[in-house]
């Protein structure tokens, strides 16, 4: 085993975390530890203040409208089913469009729905080559009854980023709202809710925006809370004489305690980001990407899938070396190399059937974060090159004796 750990798996979490993120919740284990909005004490409003500025943080860095309409959420599925299902009425049901690029946290919702013989639905194609979808693809969808659109921003598969804006103008122009699944561009690549055409966006706070895990929110547009039934009612510390959930954000669709020590730390690491600039995280990205793709374009016997330039992509890639199962693709990067990927279908059945490797076993993933430097994503290239080149896979080497 490589005692080094190279870890380039942060489409799945992020790692490491800005250090002000481990002393924020330190601060909180250690001196306040009060649940926030529960009671009146010091500790208790020093707690509901770092829920506000966790608040405040999100809506400097996403151009939102109001700091209480970003809700927060366990990660980024919770986000998207308080999204996708809140605005179904199983008594009137309605249409539904997503594209096979989606990761699960979207087609399961929506697909759950349909089964149940609520809703249709259409999945929006994509380029094979790509991974790219066509805006006008969603115009042709739309129909009366259609309830809303959902994509995600950029593929945890292919690196692809969609052209959100564009498909925010269509949906916008026909009075369906929208639904952006950012669990892997926020933090990465800028967003901004106004221009983009947002009318729901999820994000996970643990991945790109550098929280820990258990954290993730969900901004609900001005207005869009009219039409959106809560997921889930309770207790929220306001108006406790009532026995109805308050109709106010963020209360609406913020029941039980929250998790206050994790929001302390996304606070921090949203914080942590508007720093150091969401450009200047970009344009790290994009160096990283530009090093992969060089490293990797003239090795024999390896393909990967999405964009095969910068254009329309981010710093997560699938590739295949051929022979090689994606797994022990995997596990030959992390036991000679102490390389650390994610292997297989990525919870993104149609994105692997669309770039064909849903049969093969799916891909291995690389996926950058803004702690690794170009030597690291070079040292990967050099070893998918040694790996293509000099090590026999074993998988089919036993298959063949
Ligand atoms: C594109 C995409 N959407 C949604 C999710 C779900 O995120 P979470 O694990 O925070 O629920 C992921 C997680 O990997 C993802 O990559």
């Known amino acids: 085993m490589n005692p080094r750990r190279l870890y380039m798996d ?5 790692f490491p975390k800005p250090r002000a993120v481990q002393e924020e919740m330190t601060r909180y284990a250690t001196e306040i530890g009060a649940s926030a909005g529960r009671g009146g004490y010091a500790e208790a409003m020093e707690s509901a203040a770092i829920l506000s500025d966790c608040r405040r943080q999100l809506r400097k860095l996403f151009n939102g409208e109001r700091d209480e309409h970003f809700i927060f959420t366990l990660n980024c599925t919770d986000g998207l089913n308080i999204a996708i299902k809140g605005l179904i009425d199983p008594q009137i049901g309605g249409h539904a469009i997503c594209s096979l690029i989606d990761h699960n946290s979207i087609l ?3 697909n759950a729905m349909a089964e149940r013989g609520w809703i249709s639905q259409t999945r929006v194609q994509i380029d094979p080559k790509t991974g790219l979808v066509d805006p006008e693809d969603f115009r042709k969808a739309i129909r009366p009854d259609t309830k809303l659109i959902a994509i995600t921003h950029a593929s945890n598969v292919t690196g692809t980023i969609q052209p959100i804006r564009e498909i925010g103008a269509i949906a916008r122009e026909a009075g369906v709202p929208f639904i952006v699944d950012a669990a892997q561009s926020a933090g990465h690549i800028p967003i901004d809710l106004q221009a983009d055409n947002i009318d729901l966006l999820a994000a996970p706070g643990h991945k790109a925006l550098m929280g820990p895990l258990g954290t993730g929110f969900l901004y609900v547009r001005p207005g869009i809370e009219k039409i959106l039934q809560p997921f889930r009612e309770g207790g929220t510390g306001s108006i406790s004489e009532e026995p109805r959930q308050p109709n106010f954000m963020p209360d609406r669709y913020e029941s039980g305690s929250h998790n206050a020590i994790g929001l302390a730390g996304l606070a921090a690491g949203v914080k942590w980001i508007l720093e150091q600039g969401i450009e200047k995280l970009a344009a790290h990205d994009l160096d990283l990407v530009h090093t992969f793709i060089d490293g990797i374009s003239d090795v024999e016997g390896l393909k990967m899938y999405g964009p095969q330039g910068v254009k329309h992509r981010l710093g ?13 693709l995997s596990g030959v990067l992390e036991q000679s190399f102490g390389i650390l990927t994610r292997s297989g279908i990525h919870c993104a059945p149609f994105a692997h059937e669309s770039i064909g490797t849903a049969s093969l076993g799916g891909t291995t993933r690389f996926s950058f974060g803004p702690f690794l430097s170009k030597q690291d994503v070079k040292f990967a290239a050099d070893a998918l090159a040694e790996i293509a080149t000099k090590v026999e896979p074993q998988i089919h080497a036993d298959e063949r004796r």
């Open 108 to 110: 399961r919702p929506i």
């Open 10 to 14: 942060n489409a799945a979490t992020s």
């Open 316 to 328: 997560v890639f699938s590739v295949r070396i051929e022979g090689f199962d994606p797994q022990e």
